[in-house]
């Protein structure tokens, strides 16, 4: 009797492959490291965004931020990431049960950073159109705009 695959277990088998269920467990893990574990002052406070581990497992790019907008202080602490990369590896290889521990290469992710500096310049450009609103029309001041949009009176 043959067995074909259905849709769902072709999606499935893509969505929840074996990398991906191990960068998971190692972007937990090195994230648990990091703060516990890792006594460098030079690194400071990192946030593990993400992990992608290559096929045959031998390497894992981390992607890190730093919430540090100085660019020579985030190669600083993406330098000294990369010198303890082995010490990391050997202590999440002791809490995870893999026969072969990716080698790992720590990336700068400004994609977190980048969005706050875009969120607060919508937030200023916003700000800046209410005040020139209020100043050409004394009536917007008067009166509030609900969530709809209808103006309600007070």
Do not use: C
Request: aromatic content about 8%; hydrophobic content about 40%; overall charge negative.
């Amino acid at each position: 009797m043959i067995v074909y695959p259905t849709l769902w277990h072709i999606i499935m088998a893509k969505e929840f492959s074996r990398t991906r269920r191990i960068a998971q467990q190692l972007q937990q893990e090195l994230a648990m490291v990091l703060q516990r574990d890792m006594k460098d002052p030079r690194i400071g406070f990192v946030t593990v965004n993400d992990v992608d581990v290559s096929r045959d497992l031998s390497y894992a790019k981390v992607f890190v931020t730093f919430f540090e907008e100085d660019i020579e202080l985030v190669q600083q602490k993406i330098d000294a990431l990369s010198a303890a990369a082995p010490y990391i590896r050997t202590l999440v290889a002791g809490r995870m049960k893999l026969r072969v521990m990716p080698e790992l290469r720590f990336v700068y992710d400004s994609s977190l950073v980048e969005g706050m500096r875009m969120s607060n310049l919508v937030t200023q450009v916003i700000n800046k159109d209410k005040a020139k609103q209020q100043q050409y029309d004394p009536q917007a001041s008067d009166s509030s705009e609900s969530v709809d949009g209808d103006k309600e009176q007070d």
